[in-house]
């Protein structure tokens, strides 16, 4: 039996991390009834679905017995139940009907939390179903998507859609501005045909999709940059032969993990569209999408570590080594206990964005919150994401060779673990994104943080064994405030070497507080007093620590050899550029 459907047990422990939590924000047992019963059919029944859908991964069918093309993408039967199952448990509608206000995305996420790791990477589609409603709703629902939005939305499962992003091509990535190359070609009846290669879709299975191209004017000419974006729906549709419709599926991905997903390559050769942007207007009308989009992502990451966490737990109080139970090594444990602070840090962090989120959704958010969210959604997904790899690695180690073995589902958890630091932005382009963010709000995004910061140490006030992580906490404020100011009258090169810590360190600091804060709560447990403390003794402020080492100062000798280091070996041979041409 693989080791990580051994769930019952572990799952009681994550809806005891969720408990807490949830009983101070949303003391409902309406909530927590339905999470109890969730877990339990999670444990009992979709984690085997999601060992199903890992060992029989998509395949593509191109031509049919008669040699007629079909490109049909056959998905396991698993994988078709975790569609139904994320429409009956409201997976993606909780999040529209809103049924406890503002904090209905926390329990929203709070069903994904627990679903996430043993979802077979459904996340993912329902991550970009909720991304493309989010659009739908902020553009206004109305013809020509106000059927999909209600299919998007419902909890019945055989009216249910899915939502595919069509956005990534060969030349684009992150950079969609300059990248992307799809032609929208103006039609008669007011819709539009797409023509262009999407070198990159996930769940291409999905029955709609959103999709960025250029219009193409009388004269055949488009416009570059992102001023010529717009954004376009399209349904994926058969016609009566069997054929996709204006879509020719070339290949499927070989990836490193995510097997369990069908990813294409796709030929879009006449594909009917319909423009929900304003013209030119595709890049703004997506950032709805991308909140919540990078929100999904930043709960599978902390999903993905609470998972291992719980199961290399379990597994110190079953194996035997050097004569005695790993659970009383203490070493063992120290590393266990490293883990489960870090998961406790990522977990907060994620709730957190998620109640900004339902504050604007609702519109009860003040201004400060909405600074808050636009700033800490880069920065939560970033430091989650990136951490994510570390603890699930950790996690692997703590097992020994099992957790080398595939058998034990161990090394997916790992491999799927991978793609969060890269889907929905890479730590670098999410970096210069937070950048971007201080710079353009002529400092109230950082206002608005150091103040609520403080706020929830104010609450700690009093409560004397937090002394010692709140004084950490107000050192780390006073570095970065300090950095921040002299930051404004430096080169532009420091500002872009110093983004990455910038961003670590406003994750580490706002995490600790977070954690102050929670630990500070009548209800919490002695272990939310230890993790606070133990969080705020580490480097919470890297950016100053490095700023006080010179390493954002370009031209300086140690900046000198760390570029010349790069670059020593930077022209690929022959070889190395025909395999990635």
């Not at 693989?2 to 991390?17: A, D």
């Not at 899915?162 to 990535?173: D, K």
């Not at 369990?260 to 207007?281: C, F, K, N, W, Y």
């Not at 737990?313 to 080594?321: I, S």
């Amino acid at each position: 039996m693989p080791i990580t459907s051994k769930l019952s047990s572990k799952l009681k422990t994550s809806k005891r991390l969720l408990t807490g939590y949830l009983r101070r924000h949303i003391p409902n047992e309406s909530v927590f009834s339905d999470l109890c019963a969730f877990g339990e059919r999670v444990a009992n029944e979709v984690d085997g679905w999601g060992r199903e859908c890992e060992v029989s991964p998509p395949r593509l069918v191109q031509y049919d017995s008669w040699g007629n093309r079909v490109d049909c993408i056959d998905t396991s039967a698993a994988w078709k139940r975790m569609k139904d199952l994320s429409a009956q448990e409201g997976l993606v509608s909780i999040g529209y009907e809103r049924p406890f206000g503002e904090w209905s995305r926390v329990y929203q996420m709070s069903k994904l939390f627990l679903f996430s790791p043993s979802s077979g990477l459904y996340t993912c589609p329902l991550a970009m179903t909720d991304g493309a409603a989010k659009v739908i709703a902020s553009i206004g629902i109305s013809w020509p998507v106000k059927e999909a939005f209600n299919r998007l939305t419902t909890r019945k499962s055989d009216y249910f859609w899915t939502s595919g992003q069509w956005m990534t091509e060969r030349q684009g990535g992150s950079d969609v501005a300059n990248g992307t190359e799809t032609v929208a070609v103006p039609q008669t009846d007011g819709s539009f045909k797409l023509y262009g290669y999407k070198w990159f879709t996930s769940a291409t299975d999905a029955d709609m999709t959103l999709t960025l191209a250029r219009v193409q004017d009388s004269r055949g000419s488009i416009t570059p940059g992102s001023r010529g974006l717009s954004l376009f729906y399209a349904e994926v549709s058969r016609d009566q032969s069997g054929q996709l419709k204006g879509i020719e599926v070339q290949k499927l991905k070989d990836k490193l993990g995510t097997r369990q997903m069908p990813t294409a390559e796709l030929l879009l050769d006449g594909l009917t569209a319909h423009m929900i942007s304003s013209e030119g207007r595709g890049v703004a009308s997506i950032a709805n999408m991308l909140t919540v989009t990078r929100i999904h992502n930043s709960v599978s990451a902390a999903a993905a570590m609470r998972r291992v966490v719980q199961l290399s737990r379990d597994y110190a109080t079953r194996r035997k080594a050097f004569g005695k139970l790993l659970k009383d090594h203490p070493l063992h444990m120290q590393t266990l206990s490293r883990m489960e602070i870090e998961t406790r840090g990522a977990f907060l962090l994620v709730m957190d964005i998620c109640r900004l989120l339902g504050r604007e959704e609702m519109g009860t958010a003040t201004e400060l919150d909405s600074h808050l969210l636009r700033l800490l959604t880069p920065v939560v997904k970033l430091y989650t994401g990136k951490q994510a790899v570390a603890v699930v690695s950790e996690g692997l180690e703590s097992f020994g060779g099992q957790g080398y073995i595939e058998d034990t589902g161990l090394p997916g958890l790992f491999r799927d673990s991978q793609v969060l630091s890269i889907w929905e932005g890479t730590t670098n382009v999410l970096s210069l994104d937070v950048l971007r963010c201080v710079s353009r709000s002529s400092g109230m995004v950082l206002h608005a943080y150091f103040s609520h910061t403080k706020i929830l140490l104010e609450g700690a006030s009093g409560v004397s064994i937090l002394t010692p992580a709140v004084n950490s906490m107000q050192i780390a404020l006073s570095k970065l405030e300090l950095l921040v100011q002299d930051a404004a009258t430096k080169d532009p090169n420091y500002l872009e070497l110093a983004a990455r810590d910038l961003a670590y360190s406003l994750a580490r600091i706002y995490a600790g507080a977070l954690l102050i804060d929670h630990a500070s709560w009548k209800g919490a447990s002695p272990a939310d007093a230890y993790a606070a403390l133990r969080w705020c003794e580490q480097d919470l402020c890297p950016v100053a620590t490095n700023h006080e080492r010179g390493w954002y100062n370009p031209g300086s000798p140690s900046d000198n050899a760390a570029f010349s280091l790069a670059c020593e070996r930077s022209t690929a041979s022959k070889q190395e550029q025909a395999e990635f041409a």
